[in-house]
């Protein structure tokens, strides 16, 4: 546990700042629900937290096979967390392949949670051990607790006249109630959740309450081994408020719909099922009482262009996906670039060219969302670096496309979309209004007539008399509108769409330094999801001394407007990113700054440890500069 | 629809844009007959879009003086079902051609139609790629020698038709460009139709597939080779309306029959039913030279448009829910405080 053991309380149970738990089993197991379940109530008891699923692309790989393991990661603490943990204190492992997986993360002398009664010889075979691990002397250096939950559950469960398959599938809820018992936690918010998810089969219901029962009661009473304790976590520090767990692609579903209402204006959402951003249109199809409509498109083509559709009929229109979507959806993002109509667009990004790694996290669409059309074709690019910032990035791309009429894309990932941490609850009536104002007086009206501070055109929506016009994607007058090949034009039009968005930077907040100085030897420079990581990389080492600070970008283009004086002021600028360097090439291409790059390009987000060293050992080096990127 | 307080004629949806089409372009004709038609539907300018895809035909946004928006190839159907889910009063036109709907925008089309958006959607059907130079389109017949296609296209020609019946489409159409007054009356029938409404338009490029019609449209066999069809009467053709089609026995497929041979009357002819979908199905398919091309309103048979669906199911969850509240919607589910 990241930090030692400080004492014990009054009923015995030693007091911890910090765990990370990690929850895997194979797919079936319910790994992700126990996960989650865990979450509430850890939120509720007051623990700062964050949480990292990391689940197979197979809806259910054969069972037992190392290829189908599903893992679920919590880290909660009497501090603030930033990120889910480098690596987990406590393993969960329901069967073989869950152990073999996930055993090379756990620390010598952490503790290791087995079912032993999935450890059979045909799991063992499936999971590729040739001996079992449980005898073989390979988990000599961790602390165990074997039990044969398989066999406990099924006594547990046998009043309520399941069959034994059935009976089995409540071995997480079991666990869960093991480790409600160990870290102190209390059941009922579980065993309410129990009663509504299965209000209509109230014999499963009160069979996984007397699982969860049971396995509280098995660590009350069963003989502990040594070395392993009941625990308690005490309250995190947190600024008061009224909080929730959300995680990131909940954020973005309520930011949009907030943003309707800020701005007063219904919502259009067009999308394309995609992992990992389906889950957005799930929220969102739920909130048509909030003057939401949904709209599940032919293809992503089709939900880009229903969006922009209905941005050009006058209400906010948006859409999400991730990469190969992004890709598809890029003609369509000229067309309203060139028509000067705001939509919103969230690209949740997975790793890898193509399809990828669809249920992996990776930073790797930023050139894509800033540079990937044809055409010189700029628009808004934001970064969210939390799953509670979603939220706010959300209402902030409507209110940037609607006051510039320009398209914007907010770059989630899969691992903010996914994960989970407790969001201080805002109030709406505290959230700035989004004004917005229709064109409609005819007198000198032009379809491209523009603000001359924005540089917006006028938003004149069908319906409106006396404004009836025509806009299309061919290159149009300046003034007019109408199509126009003059070439003088096309050069002022280019011009005019690009000062536009750079014109945005005004409108934004300068850039921060999270930690540390603002100039010196070292400044780490990250943007979206990396930034908890970064962030306790950083702490970390400014703690022993070193001179390093952070920067997170979270408006990557237009770039903040005192970026560059501000990487200016250190010797060395070191850019952590999930990709084989994008935003050390933007930082570099608009800067001319020599950069250093970190990447990590593994579908796994950074780990806190890594990046720590990565900042000892650049800072350990001379400065030299080849001025090539690795 | 508000009523406009003067009422409008042709001159009023022509807009201030030189229309930039080939000289005899059958285009021209559909322009002029959509701008007569449009005043006696008592629309007005400003609630009334035209949407479009890419190509020769979907230039014609720009010359009408109502709202337009030329898109991207292929993709008006799915812009303008945005435009009608944003704004169900709008009288939404869509205009595409054989290559834009049915090659790049086919999965568009066949979506627009089965969800039955209120759309009417007009196809210039000239069975070439005119804008791209003369290449051959998906309804082109196999043969056709084009620069894509020196040695003859391969490929088997789609009938739009079929393919809007097939995809459950509820108003299909057919028409042709220089007939002006029929194609008025199609325009009409589609706008009264809540739905997505389909109309083919057989429609000439003088420039690179110059007269593919003329089998069908030329004057002199005109009668011969055209069954225009309409809802309650038999389905007769010919010069003097002497010839009809029987439906065979079984009712499987259609002849052709002369009046007076045979002891054929009027009465062993079929009447034309636009409610029957397998009428619709026989009709859409008739071919030269067994058989004459079928015009009108092939099909007919209104459900609720989607639009309208949607709309509803909005408003009952506002009923069932109350408008939604933001800030109980944050704090819904697990929450607790930190005092």
């Not at chain 1, 009054?10 to 895997?24: K, M, N, P, T, Y």
């Not at chain 2, 009608?84 to 036109?93: G, I, Q, S």
């Amino acid at each position: 546990m990241d930090t030692p053991v400080r004492s014990k309380d009054a009923d015995g149970r030693e007091i911890l700042d910090s765990v990370v738990i990690r929850f895997a089993g194979d797919s079936g197991d319910g790994m992700q629900l126990a996960g989650m379940q865990f979450t509430q109530t850890t939120a509720v008891a007051g623990n700062d937290l964050a949480t990292f699923p990391d689940f197979p692309a197979e809806i259910r790989a054969p069972a037992g096979t190392t290829f189908g393991v599903s893992g679920f990661q919590i880290h909660f603490a009497s501090h603030d967390v930033l990120t889910p943990g480098d690596e987990p204190d406590v393993l969960v492992a329901m069967n073989p392949a869950a152990l073999k997986v996930n055993l090379r993360d756990v620390p010598s002398g952490g503790l290791i949670i087995l079912n032993t009664g999935a450890f059979t010889p045909q799991n063992l075979k499936k999971a590729g051990y040739e001996k079992n691990p449980l005898e073989d002397g390979t988990l000599d250096p961790y602390r165990k607790l074997e039990i044969d939950v398989s066999k406990l559950v099924v006594a547990a469960v046998e009043p309520f006249g399941l069959g034994t398959k059935e009976a089995l599938r409540a071995k997480n809820v079991w666990t869960l109630g093991l480790l409600y018992w160990l870290f102190g936690r209390d059941r009922t918010p579980t065993i309410e959740w129990l009663k509504k998810k299965f209000a209509k089969r109230p014999d499963i219901a009160e069979a996984n309450i007397a699982a969860l029962n049971a396995g509280h009661v098995y660590g009350e009473t069963a003989e502990l081994p040594t070395g392993v304790a009941a625990y308690k976590i005490p309250k995190a520090d947190l600024p008061r408020g009224h909080y929730r767990n959300i995680t990131g692609n909940e954020a973005l579903a309520w930011g949009l719909a907030t943003a309707g209402r800020l701005a007063e204006l219904p919502v259009f959402y067009g999308s394309y099922p995609i992992t990992p951003a389906s889950s957005v249109l799930h929220s969102l199809a739920g909130l048509k009482h909030y003057g939401v409509t949904t709209f599940q498109a032919e293809d992503e083509i089709a939900a880009i262009c229903s969006a922009i559709g209905a941005s050009y009929a006058g209400i906010i229109g948006a859409t999400a996906t991730s990469g190969p979507g992004m890709a598809l959806k890029g003609e369509a993002m000229g067309l309203a670039i060139m028509t000067e109509l705001p939509l919103v667009i969230f690209d949740v990004q997975r790793a890898g060219p193509s399809t990828g790694m669809p249920t992996k996290t990776e930073q790797s669409d930023l050139f894509q969302a800033v540079w990937g059309r044809n055409g010189d074709a700029p628009l808004v690019v934001l970064a969210p670096a939390t799953p509670g910032e979603c939220f706010y990035m959300a209402i902030e791309a409507v209110r940037l496309a609607i006051k510039y009429m320009t398209p914007v894309i907010v770059l989630s990932d899969g691992y903010i979309a996914n994960g989970a941490e407790p969001w201080a609850i805002p109030s709406f009536a505290d959230l700035p209004k989004i004004p917005v104002a229709f064109r409609t007086d005819p007198a000198g009206f032009h379809p491209y007539v523009r603000d001359p501070e924005t540089l917006a055109r006028n938003w004149a929506k069908p319906g409106t008399p006396g404004l009836e016009h025509r806009i299309g994607g061919i290159e149009k007058n300046f003034a007019s509108g109408h199509i126009s090949y003059d070439p003088e034009n096309h050069q002022k039009m280019t011009k005019t769409r690009a000062d536009k968005v750079l014109g945005v930077a005004k409108d934004l907040p300068l850039q921060k330094v999270e930690i540390g100085n603002e100039r010196g030897k070292m400044v780490v420079v990250g943007w979206g999801s990396t930034y908890g990581s970064i962030h306790q990389a950083v702490r970390r080492a400014r703690k022993d001394g070193l001179d390093v600070s952070h920067v997170h970008v979270r408006h990557l283009w237009p770039l903040p407007s005192n970026l560059a004086d501000l990487l200016g002021g250190f010797e060395r600028v070191l850019v952590p990113e999930l990709n084989n360097g994008q935003l050390v090439r933007l930082l570099r291409a608009e800067y001319l700054i020599p950069a250093d790059p970190m990447d990590k390009i593994s579908g796994m987000p950074f780990r806190v440890a890594e990046l720590e060293q990565e900042i000892r050992v650049k800072l350990a080096a001379p400065l030299v500069r080849n001025n090539r990127l690795s | 629809m508000d009523t406009p307080n003067k009422p409008l004629t042709q001159k009023d949806f022509v807009s201030d844009q030189e229309v930039r089409w080939c000289p005899g372009c059958g285009d021209y004709a559909i322009l002029a007959a959509i701008q007569h038609t449009l005043p006696k539907l008592g629309v007005t300018r400003e609630k009334t879009v035209f949407v479009s895809g890419i190509g020769c035909s979907s230039r014609f946004p720009y010359y009408m003086s109502t709202y337009g928006f030329h898109t991207i190839h292929g993709r008006a159907p799915a812009i303008a079902t945005g435009v009608k889910l944003a704004n169900p009063e709008l009288d939404v036109w869509m205009v595409t051609g054989d290559g834009d709907g049915l090659s790049i925008g086919g999965n568009h089309f066949l979506h627009v139609l089965r969800r039955n958006v209120d759309l009417q959607i007009l196809m210039f059907n000239n069975r070439i790629y005119g804008l791209t130079k003369g290449q051959y389109s998906p309804t082109s017949l196999v043969g056709l020698k084009t620069p894509s296609t020196p040695l003859g296209s391969l490929d088997m020609p789609i009938n739009p038709c079929l393919l809007a019946l097939g995809a459950n489409g509820r108003f299909v159409a057919r028409g042709i460009d220089t007939s002006t007054s029929t194609l008025g009356d199609l325009f009409v029938a589609a706008h009264g139709h809540r739905g997505s409404s389909f109309i083919e338009i057989l429609q000439n490029c003088p420039v690179f597939n110059d007269g593919a019609w003329d089998n069908v449209t030329m004057r002199d066999i005109a009668s011969e080779n055209q069954l225009w069809v309409e809802h309650g009467k038999p389905l007769l053709f010919g010069k003097d309306k002497r010839k009809g089609l029987r439906l065979a026995p079984g009712g499987s497929h259609v002849e052709v029959v002369t009046l007076g041979e045979g002891g054929v009357t009027e009465a062993d002819v079929a009447v034309h039913d636009q409610t029957n979908r397998t009428l619709a199905f026989l009709l859409a398919q008739l071919a030269l030279p067994d058989f004459p091309m079928a015009f009108g309103v092939l099909y007919c048979d209104p459900v609720p448009s989607y639009d309208s669906a949607v709309t509803a199911q909005n408003a009952t969850a506002v009923e069932k829910s109350g408008a939604g509240d933001i800030d109980r919607l944050l704090r819904g589910g697990h929450t607790w405080r930190v005092e």
